[in-house]
């Protein structure tokens, strides 16, 4: 039996549907504020814990992460570990070509008349190109979805989109992307690891005892 879009939002609809909800609340305050009043909202609820912790959050949505999680999964299941690290590669892929036809300016060079108003987290390398969308973000999103709908207690779908949505947070408050970077990566990362779960999720050799074993789950 072949499995379709519809079952994997179902499974994943504990993250999905409160997800759903959060954009269309994203796209709201889109629509009400400038891209500059939204980003300085951001930037000026500073404080130490914050600057302590935002560096941290962000490595999160970093690609060694997911090597690492993968890493990890191969000791329990070759196939898990191999969608995780294909489709992060191909999200990652997405936005890459994504940033690179919209080539926009991030936050240091687009207020770069500004720099002595803007809070920035020492230590952190402030990138200047290709802000839209963020990979950081759509990374997050995709391992999240993925996680999710690999659980078999499918409430953890909402404390990962917590997470999920707390790596895109950190990517405003380091400066290092705007407001409509993070919803967008939020949505490819969503969106590419859902059709990508269906299609892949049929390839027979995945679905076999081979695969489905790891270096320490013999079977």
Known sequence: MNISIKDVLFKIRVFFIPYLLVLMLCLLIKILFSREQIYFAVNSRNFPLGDFIAPYLTDLGNFWTVVVLSLILVMFSYAKA???????????????????????????????????HIHFVKGVEMLRLHSFPSGHTVSAFTTAVLFTYWAKNKFWGLPLLILAMCVGYSRMYLSEH??????????????????????????????????????????
Request: net charge positive.
């Open 178 to 219: 705007f407001f409509e970077d993070v919803t967008a990566g939020s949505v490819i990362g969503t969106i590419t690891t859902v059709c990508l779960i269906t299609w892949l999720a049929n390839m027979q050799f995945l679905k076999s005892a081979k695969w489905n074993r790891g270096l320490i789950n013999k079977g």
């Open 82 to 116: 191999f969608l995780l690290l294909l489709i992060n590669t191909v999200t990652a892929l997405t936005a890459q070509v994504v940033k690179h036809i919209f080539d926009s300016p991030r936050p240091t060079l687009y207020f770069q008349n500004q720099l002595a």
